[in-house]
């Protein structure tokens, strides 16, 4: 069993930045991927960032691309998401996710992929 706990989301003007952590305990060892998704009222909860926890090229959505940066500390088991040039349309509550199974890099970014999840951290941008 894995366990995720997100912090870090909050209220920023837009053009602002936040950072998102997710800090992982239980058997970590076993987990390849982990991610970042976020859901808005009413819309299907998107994969945003993914990242290969053994090393590899980040994995990122069209819309954050050259915005947001997800990276990890291994030491420190923690996943996080830099966020900067914030939008309006980037406000969604924000979930961490992780998974022990091997995925093509055609799915790192669909949740239903992801066995394990945090309670996840609200996020609003105002314009």
């Known amino acids: 069993q894995v366990q995720l706990v997100e912090s870090g989301g909050g209220s920023v003007q837009a053009g602002g930045s936040l950072r998102l952590s997710c800090v992982a305990s239980?058997?970590?060892?076993?987990?390849?991927?982990m991610g970042w998704f976020r859901q808005a009222p009413v819309k299907e909860r998107e994969g945003v960032a993914a990242?290969?926890?053994?090393?590899?090229?980040?994995y990122y959505a069209d819309s954050v691309k050259g915005r947001f940066t997800i990276s990890q500390d291994n030491a420190k088991k923690t996943l996080y998401l830099q966020m900067n040039s914030l939008e309006p349309e980037d406000t969604a509550m924000y979930y961490c996710?992780?998974?022990?199974?091997?995925?093509?890099?055609?799915?790192?970014?669909?949740?239903?992929?992801?066995?394990?999840w945090g309670q996840g951290t609200q996020v609003t941008v105002s314009s």
């Open positions: 996710a992780a998974t022990d199974g091997w995925l093509l890099p055609m799915n790192v970014r669909r949740s239903d992929k992801y066995k394990y």
């Open positions: 239980g058997n970590t060892y076993s987990i390849y991927y």
């Open positions: 990242i290969y926890t053994y090393g590899s090229s980040p």
